[in-house]
Nanobody, 123 residues
Framework: QVQVVESGGGLVQPGGSLRISCAAS????????IGWFRQAPGKEREGVSC????????YYADSVKGRFTISRDNAENTVYLQMNSLKPEDTAVYYC????????????????WGQGTQVTVSS
């Protein structure tokens, strides 16, 4: 069964850090670019970051550049998003998704999605 599962979300104070994970089962991430997206209440889903199949290329939204770092461990079939200097506006449900071969800014082009993990930044 093909499955993507996010974990690691939670409540963190402004300025704090959090690492969220995306674990795949039922298929190998070796052939897939992995994107992180987020959706806040009342807002559209937006792209946060993406990493190429072997990790050689990474992409970030301007709003998170310099604060977030995406990485992957293909041996563990897992992708990570390290989030530092978190701000209240980072509060959202974070989703990871797999797309064959290449990253895309369009979430509709991703085939496999997780159920999301809530990240709340608040004092």
């Amino acid at each position: 069964q093909v499955q993507v599962v996010e974990s690691g979300g939670g409540l963190v104070q402004p300025g704090g850090s959090l690492r969220i994970s995306c674990a795949a089962s039922g298929f190998s991430l070796d052939y897939y670019a992995i994107g992180w997206f987020r959706q806040a209440p009342g807002k559209e889903r937006e792209g946060v970051s993406c990493i190429s199949r072997r990790g050689g290329s990474t992409y970030y939204a301007d709003s998170v550049k310099g604060r977030f770092t995406i990485s992957r461990d293909n041996a563990e079939n897992t992708v990570y998003l390290q989030m530092n200097s978190l701000k209240p506006e980072d509060t959202a449900v974070y989703y990871c998704a797999a797309r064959i071969r290449l990253c895309s800014r369009y979430y509709t082009e991703y085939a496999y999605w997780g159920q999301g993990t809530q990240v709340t930044v608040s004092s």
